[in-house]
């Protein structure tokens, strides 16, 4: 790639330098157009390496889910998606229980009527490093409260874009030596 495209490839550093410099300054809008150019300079075809600026559809990716296991079937949905009631328990086991109720929901899949148990509940969370090429948008100065976390919150977007955006070149680099037929450089040991 630097070869061929050296154009790009110096672009993309100078890029990179100027968002880190900027981050230094705490010169935030400078760190945002930086980004923002390197995202442009990303290709769209014939493999789109483009990052996706949305903060929904980020916060989807990374939030974690939630599913409950159904007894009489294999479904799994989401915790959020049952409806939980309660159930009058028969007179012996309110006594056995100590308790005048237990917690149900049904499943959506095969309507059958399942005991809310904990233990049935599976957490998903995503792993790290992870890479969606799609990134949250910057945060924004808004009111007192926001300005006192903003560089904190500034710093972590940050993070988040700049390794995607990382990871993205990298897999425009892959791509392009393997189109090539030269494979990627490995770094030579010094002895």
């Known amino acids: 790639m630097q070869a061929k495209l050296p154009d790009i490839n110096a672009a993309l550093v100078r890029h990179r330098s100027a968002a880190l410099a900027a981050l230094d300054k705490n010169d935030h809008h400078g760190a945002i157009i ?6 442009a300079l990303l290709p769209d075809e014939p493999d789109n390496y483009k990052i996706e600026i949305n903060t929904e559809k980020y916060n989807q990716l990374v939030a974690e889910k939630r599913t409950i296991k159904c ?6 949905p989401l915790l959020k998606d049952i409806h939980l ?3 009058l328990l028969p007179s012996l086991t309110k006594f ?12 959506v899949a095969c309507t059958a009527t399942n005991e809310y148990k ?5 957490i998903t969370k995503f792993e790290e490093p ?18 006192m976390v903003f ?13 995607e955006i990382e990871s993205q070149i990298g897999h425009y680099r892959a791509d392009y030596a393997a189109q090539q037929g030269t494979g990627i450089p490995q770094a ?3 002895e």
């Not at 056995?96 to 237990?102: E, R, T």
């Not at 969606?132 to 945060?139: A, D, Q």
């Not at 560089?151 to 390794?163: L, P, R, S």
């Open 34 to 39: 930086s980004f923002d150019s390197m995202i």
């Open 151 to 163: 560089d904190y919150e500034f710093k972590k977007w940050f993070d988040i874009v700049m390794t």
């Open 130 to 147: 992870s890479y969606f090429k799609v990134v949250p948008s910057p945060p924004t100065k808004r009111g007192t409260k926001n300005r």
């Open 85 to 87: 009631q309660k159930l």
């Open 118 to 122: 904990p233990e049935n509940i599976t």
């Open 188 to 190: 030579q040991e010094i």
């Open 96 to 107: 056995i229980a100590d308790n005048d109720f237990i917690n149900v929901w049904e499943c």
């Open 71 to 76: 007894d009489a079937c294999t479904a799994t």
